[in-house]
């Protein structure tokens, strides 16, 4: 179709007078199917067929990736007892040895006149109630109980319910001395090995030797000497060397 268009005269407005139909001219623009748009048969709307449930390869669980996933023993590999012992070193620990200084007390249930505290003396006494003095330094409080309990039954208490317990260790001391910033006596309250003791005295100053360390301990009568090289045991070489301390043991830094 097609359409005149007249404008009236002194207006501005643009109206449509008639529409004069067009003979012989045929519309270029004709209806398409949405088939004929898309130029694909409706069976070819796909470039990739349609794969079916059962043309789809099974894979079984090996093949879920190409990256075999890892078993918990290759995760997580047995370790043997003495590998886990080489890690936590002295687990299970041994008990605590009282040493002079340490603060006991000592209960004995239903008798308050025999429980109190007790300071084991310089030569490692203590005394108690009826029966004296008794030897507590250098045994754990396991064995003092048993060695209390023999003593006072049956002939102060029948079938005694005793306990002993270390309030207060004092006794754990180490010695740091040499070319460290801060050398001195050092009280502690846990088991520490040279590494430890020497990053509580400071670390060692420009003028240490090294590696001629030294650590004293007595035991009875005799005085056995640790060497340590700090440099191979600061670099993982020779951990045999980075010992437990014990009490009064003595470092000694050239």
């Known amino acids: 179709m ?20 067009v003979q012989g001219q045929v519309s ?25 449930e059962k043309e789809i390869p099974e894979q079984g669980p090996e093949q879920t990736s190409e990256f075999p996933m890892a078993t918990e023993e290759e995760i997580l590999p047995d370790q043997g007892s ?7 070193e002295g687990w299970p620990r041994p008990p605590y040895i009282i040493g002079s200084g ?12 025999m429980t109190r505290l007790a300071t084991v003396l310089p030569d490692g006494k203590v005394s108690f109630p009826l029966i004296g003095e008794i030897l507590a330094a250098g045994k754990t409080a396991a064995q003092l109980k048993k060695e209390l309990e023999a003593r006072i039954s049956p002939r102060f208490i029948l079938e005694p319910v005793l306990s002993v317990e270390v309030q ?31 990053s509580m005295a400071g670390g060692l100053n420009p003028f240490a030797k090294r590696n001629k360390i030294k650590i004293f301990r007595e035991e009875g009568d005799q005085t056995k000497i640790f060497e340590f090289r700090y440099d191979d045991v600061s670099d993982g070489i020779h951990l045999e060397q980075n010992i437990r301390l014990k009490r009064a043991d003595v470092i000694v830094v050239p």
Do not use: C
């Open 2 to 21: 097609a359409s005149v268009w007249a404008v009236e005269e002194n207006e501005f407005s643009v109206t449509a007078e008639q529409e004069i139909p």
């Open 28 to 52: 270029e623009i004709s209806t398409m199917t949405e088939e004929e748009i898309s130029g694909k048969h409706p069976e070819q709307t796909s470039e990739l067929p349609i794969m079916t």
């Open 82 to 88: 003495k590998k886990v012992s080489d890690v936590a």
């Open 102 to 113: 340490d603060v006991l007390y000592i209960s004995v249930w239903k008798n308050n006149d």
């Open 168 to 198: 207060q260790v004092n006794s754990m001391l180490i010695y740091i001395i040499g070319k460290v910033n801060n050398p001195g006596r050092f009280a502690l309250n846990t088991n520490i090995n040279v590494l430890q003791a020497l």
